[in-house]
């Protein structure tokens, strides 16, 4: 497949996961980018973001992370859903903060693939490391003729 074939698959896979996906954009998340393998997604944290400490929840720094990682793991028509994730918390994200997750595809083989991801806020300070692993599941976005 050529390489602008992978990028327009990458950006309709996006697109139609996008459209189905309620949680995201309830929490105000905003798709930045998408390439084969790759994604990178913001999120403002809001007031009710705020756990008891007055800092953002980590729970959404982890659904920024887990949508960046859906996003990419997605973007080779291939459905694909996560199978294990873990989270680093690194710095604490303030209200009103912008939080930017970057993808990054790390292996892709059979039915799995590993993913991180690196959370910062708008001025490159690092919030989190997350790291997922993918596993594929039957269906495609876009029907491919053959």
């Not at 390439?35 to 756990?51: H, I, Q």
Request: hydrophobic share 40%.
């Amino acid at each position: 497949m050529d390489l602008q074939r992978a990028q327009q698959l990458a950006e309709e896979s996006a697109r139609i996961m996008w459209a189905d996906d309620i949680a995201t954009r309830h929490v105000g998340m905003q798709l930045l980018e998408v390439r084969p393998g790759l994604s990178r997604l913001s999120m403002t944290v809001r007031p009710e973001f705020a756990n008891g400490h007055g800092m953002c929840h980590g729970g959404y720094i982890f659904m920024l992370a887990d949508s960046a990682f859906a996003v990419a793991c997605n973007s080779h028509n291939q459905k694909a859903v996560a199978a294990s994730a873990a989270i680093e918390f690194i710095a604490p994200a303030r209200l009103g903060d912008t939080l930017t997750a970057e993808c990054s595809e790390r292996h892709r083989g059979g039915r799995s693939g590993l993913y991180d991801v690196k959370v910062t806020d708008q001025s490159h300070t690092l919030i989190a490391l997350f790291r997922g692993r993918s596993a594929t599941i039957r269906g495609q976005y876009v029907e491919e003729q053959t």
